[in-house]
């Protein structure tokens, strides 16, 4: 049987929050969804194996750190991204705008795109809608991210509104350049992005014009940025129901367990977020009960495993005394552990959402995530 293109089923729903599939040729992606991050080709301190193990059904990598390092065209050469890092299933990648503003020390915005240097070597740079656009298909992505400019937070009504209205422009952009790679258009699928900061009014023009280019799916752009959590859920209560309801909402770059839940409430489908693998490398555990810092020493004799809750290998075979040791000592195997536990984690968390949402009893899932996670 030939697997579609992209095709997006809602199997249930309770309230805004709702359950299905996103269908693609290299594989079913279950939602809502958590993307681990596999920013430069690897979900850092972890084999693609276990990443799969752990539940995830696709990940994330990046335009603008593959671009530069090992290259576009000779990640090409090499028989793209897939073939390149072991990765079978679905990948999506990041346009690469929001790295390129971050990162870059120097940087010229115009019209055309965004002159940088790069942050490696201070060589010479320019990513334009087009150029994302070759680039996502030379590393071969399934899901395609159009080119955008990220708002910073604390801009003004006028600055978003010029952000904003630039970014849909280059939307445009990105839709042409992605159909004109005819053969990997028919295989992988184009998101756009909505942006308008925190205003209503900007985020329905942004949505409207997205809706009128026509995409397969939709981000929410431009949050978890620095505004805060009610900010961004203030936010939330209106920007997904301004996208079409049978396409797939995905809100980048979010978030912690409680930040999740918060946002499936309101409407979103898909996420992403560098914290489980960060906070693994630098100590820090998720569990039910809530996060937990490893290196404190009261975990020093603990026999304990991090969650008793979890089936991960590492909690079904370490304890907290022994991670705690690997930590202190800065043994490479105290963050691969941590980390490995951590992507099982939201991983099971998305498991249970799902679960908890096709049973009608999501509110009461949600709040108990919340009452683990809030000012934790």
Partial sequence: MTRPRFAFDIAATDGKARTGTLSMRRGDIRTPAFMPVGTAATVKAMRPDEVRAAGADIILGNTYH???????????????????????????TDSGGYQVMSLSALTKLTEQGVAFSSHIDGSKHMLTPERSMEIQRLLGSDVVMAFDECTKNGATRDEAALSMERSMRWARRSREGFDAGV?????????????????QDL????????????????????????????????????APDQLPVDRPRYLMGVGKPDDIVGAVERGIDMFDCVLPTRSG??????????????????????????????????????????????????????????????????????????????????GSFAASVRESYLKK
């Fill in 203 to 238: 985020r329905l023009r942004s949505a409207q014009q997205l809706i009128e280019i026509g995409f397969d799916g939709y981000a929410v752009g431009g949050l978890a940025v620095g505004e805060g959590q009610d900010a961004m859920f203030a936010t939330l209560d209106f």
């Fill in 183 to 199: 053969e990997h258009a028919e295989r992988s699928a184009l998101f756009g992005i909505q942006q308008g900061a925190l205003d």
């Fill in 66 to 92: 593959l671009m530069l390092r090992p290259g576009a065209e000779r990640m090409a050469r090499l028989g793209g991204l897939h073939r390149f890092m072991a990765w079978d299933r679905p990948i999506l």
């Fill in 281 to 362: 490398r630098n100590g820090q555990a998720f569990t039910w009960g809530g996060p937990i810092n490893i290196r404190n020493a009261r975990h020093a004799e603990d026999e304990a495993p991090i969650d008793a809750r979890c089936g991960c290998p590492v909690c079904v075979t370490w304890s907290r005394a022994y991670l705690h040791h690997l930590v202190k000592a800065g043994e490479m195997l105290g963050a691969m552990l941590m980390t490995q536990h951590n992507i099982h984690f939201y991983q099971d968390l998305m498991q249970g959402i799902r679960d908890a949402i096709t049973e009608g009893r999501f």
